[in-house]
């Protein structure tokens, strides 16, 4: 395959384990973990009983009849990730995650969250399962996503706020790697994306792909064929390659990731590693990166506060390097045009990082023939984000 | 043997154990760099640690981090370091170890690196975010400048990989005393004896103790358990505060002889 793990957890030239030698134990003790439970029987009907029951899956593969009239192209049809529980798709990680934690024997819960989202989704599982949870957050986030920050004390989670930095994502994952190493005998890190150093890229995107193997299965089943193509926004980049990967062999399929324009990425404020950064390392894996010319990190831009990430997951960039898939970028403009477009047309509200997908869409879409199919992965729904639209719209909700 | 191993034995076959400080390059502007160095070598250290700051720091505490970001604040970059140490490279006496996150080095370019690096009187690099799985990176080029590449011994690791990382070492071994980041802390585990044996059995290369190391009798009792020590923090907040005495004093605690 294509995509399959190297040895050292090298996807292509991409990947690998980049961290202090203090973790490199716990890491191998996650790859033996993962490697027993993820055929094992009992497990997988324990995380199935509990994608079922509790989260809510599958979710539907919503035909957009509406938006489809008003693309005036392919056949668009909508992942429902937003009708998850804690409504995104990182609650399928986040679960899969504490499970696996659990029967490692460690009931200690670290995670960095960017949105919000995989906190919230991450506090959930540990008030399900009965776990300690401790989730950094960066300050700046902290206030963007103040209801999510509500949500995960309520659910008994301690949020802890990251001045240092930019004090967005990615210093929330420096101290929530810091928190790991420092207590790496009781606790286990549930990382919210496809990133990071080996085996989390692999475990985060298996525990992501009933994203694609279910829109495999419904596509066959409504339409008989797989569609033309498919469109996922990219922050770490887990929806989009929990989407993809059940794809890739299918090569006539094409795979479009949406990375986050920010401001425009000619003006150097935005979010987009692939299409505006060099390779370097960070976080423990090679990949696409966001820096100046000494190899210091930069701060990425979007307003949406869960692509806000300076790297991408090293399964994308090798995508990206071997052509498969192919990575463009909408602007903070055009996704809040596609927030109103999908709640006017379809009467959904979905996440800005969503937003981001929607509005590729719209232009791909009109390129396509009506009789083609294109599936947008919607990763999650706004409700979280609401203050930022409405003051990015000019309004003025407190 | 490399330049950094054989100085390290020097000193201790007399007796005396390592010190190895920690200093943040740029902390207080790189102007402050020569005097630094020049002035630890005066008090009889036996190699310096010379931290470059980076954006994300995630083996460090917050001591050393909150250098880096007065470090980075100053302007303070891979290149300017290892510029301004090549100014004045014909006045330093002991190996310079450099300590930097990988991308810098990426970003520099590995083999132009090495090359400046060793001119800049380099003799030892510390990445810590480059476990020895991913060393092949840097390792060639290093090795073509006699620049030792040391590696990092964590108490996490099990049996098999401490073997492994002790022999793979070059210069000394860096034994992390703690789980965890950098900093000063008050009590150390007591197995800790135990582990600085079985490493010294695999190995002729010095152990030093580091992480955590910040009074003399920190700095006596390592020294009884293993070749010496590597202080950071300490030795980081001393210099901030102009601190002389309070780094004399850590030094001697790793002298069997007085200073001369
Ligand atoms: C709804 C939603 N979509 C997408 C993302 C981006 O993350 P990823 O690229 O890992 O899917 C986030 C991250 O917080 C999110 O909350």
Redo the contacts with the bound molecule.
């Keep these: 395959m294509t995509t399959t793990t190297t040895k050292k957890g090298r996807f292509g030239r991409f990947g690998g384990q980049f961290v202090p030698e203090t973790l490199m134990t716990a890491l191998q003790e996650l790859e033996e973990a993962y490697d027993k439970f993820k055929n094992d029987e009992e497990f997988q009907n324990e995380l199935n009983y509990y994608l079922k029951n509790y989260v809510g899956r599958e979710t539907p593969l919503y035909f957009a009849e509406r938006l489809t009239a008003q693309f005036g192209g392919a056949k668009i049809y909508l992942k429902r ?2 009708l998850n529980h804690t ?4 609650i399928n990680n986040a679960l899969g995650q504490a499970l696996l934690a659990k029967r490692m024997g460690k009931n200690k819960i670290v995670a960095e ?6 906190g919230v989704a991450t506090a959930t599982a540990c008030a399900l399962l009965g776990m300690e949870c401790i989730v950094y957050m960066g300050a700046e986030d902290v206030k963007r996503q103040a209801l999510n920050v509500f949500r995960m004390e309520l659910l008994g989670t301690k949020v802890v706020g990251v001045e240092k930095g930019s004090a967005t994502l990615k210093d929330a994952v420096n101290e929530a790697l810091r928190h790991w190493v420092t207590n790496i005998e009781d606790t286990h890190y549930i990382l ?3 990133m990071g150093p080996h085996p989390f890229p692999t475990i985060v995107r298996d525990f992501q792909r009933v994203i694609g193997d279910e829109t495999r299965k419904q596509i066959l089943e409504v339409e008989n064929r797989l569609p033309d193509a498919v469109v ?9 390659i929990g989407m993809f990967y059940p794809f890739v062999e299918d090569s006539d399929v094409a795979l479009y990731g949406v990375e986050a324009a920010g401001h425009g990425i000619e003006t150097g404020k935005h979010a987009a590693a692939i299409n505006g950064g060099q390779t370097g390392v960070l976080h423990g894996a090679f990949m696409y990166l966001l820096q100046d010319e000494n190899g210091f990190v930069q701060e990425a831009h979007s307003i949406s ?3 806000d990430y300076p790297g991408v ?1 090293p399964e994308h960039c090798h995508l990206h390097d071997s052509g498969r898939a192919t990575y463009v970028n909408i602007t903070d403009d055009e996704a809040l045009e596609g927030v109103k477009l999908l709640c006017k047309t379809e009467g959904i509200l979905p ?1 800005l ?2 937003a981001h997908a929607i509005a590729y869409a719209s232009k791909l879409a009109k390129t396509m023939s009506p009789d083609e199919i294109l599936v947008i992965c919607l ?2 729904r706004g409700d979280k984000d609401v203050h930022t639209i409405s003051s990015a719209l000019g309004g003025d909700l407190t | 043997m490399s330049q950094l191993k054989e100085t390290i034995l020097k000193t201790t076959a007399n007796g005396d154990k390592a010190f190895v400080p920690y200093i943040m390059a740029g902390d207080g502007g790189l102007d402050k760099l020569q005097p630094t160095i020049l002035k630890l070598q005066e008090l009889g250290v036996t190699a310096i640690e010379v931290g470059i700051p980076f954006t994300d720091p995630v083996a460090d505490g917050p001591t050393i981090e909150r250098a880096g970001e007065r470090a980075l604040a100053a302007g303070t970059t891979l290149r300017k370091v290892v510029e301004t140490l090549q100014g004045f490279v014909d006045q330093v006496t002991v190996p310079l170890v450099a300590m930097t996150y990988l991308n810098p080095i990426l970003a520099y370019g590995v083999e132009d690196f090495a090359r400046d690096a060793k001119a800049a009187g380099i003799r030892g690099m510390i990445i810590p975010d480059m476990p020895l799985e991913e060393s092949e990176i840097v390792h060639p080029a290093f090795k073509a400048e006699g620049i030792a590449l040391v590696q990092l011994v964590s108490l996490a690791s099990s049996s098999e990989r401490i073997e492994r990382l002790t022999k793979a070492s070059e210069g000394f071994i860096y034994a992390v005393t703690v789980n965890g980041i950098t900093g000063a802390r008050q009590s150390f585990a007591d197995e800790l004896g135990e582990h600085f044996k079985k490493l010294q059995s695999y190995t002729d290369t010095p152990v030093l103790a580091g992480f955590g190391i910040s009074t003399p009798d920190h700095v006596r009792n390592f020294g009884a358990i293993c070749d010496g020590v590597i202080v950071g923090s300490k030795i980081v907040d001393s210099i901030a505060n102009d601190d002389w005495v309070t780094i004399e004093e850590l030094v001697k605690a790793s002298k069997v002889a007085p200073v001369k």
């Design positions: 990730e937003d409504g995104a798709h990182k969250t960017g949105a919000g989202q995989h919210g994306s496809a996922a926004c990219i922050g770490g980049g887990s929806n989009s506060a869960g692509l997951g996440a990082e969503s990763s999650g």
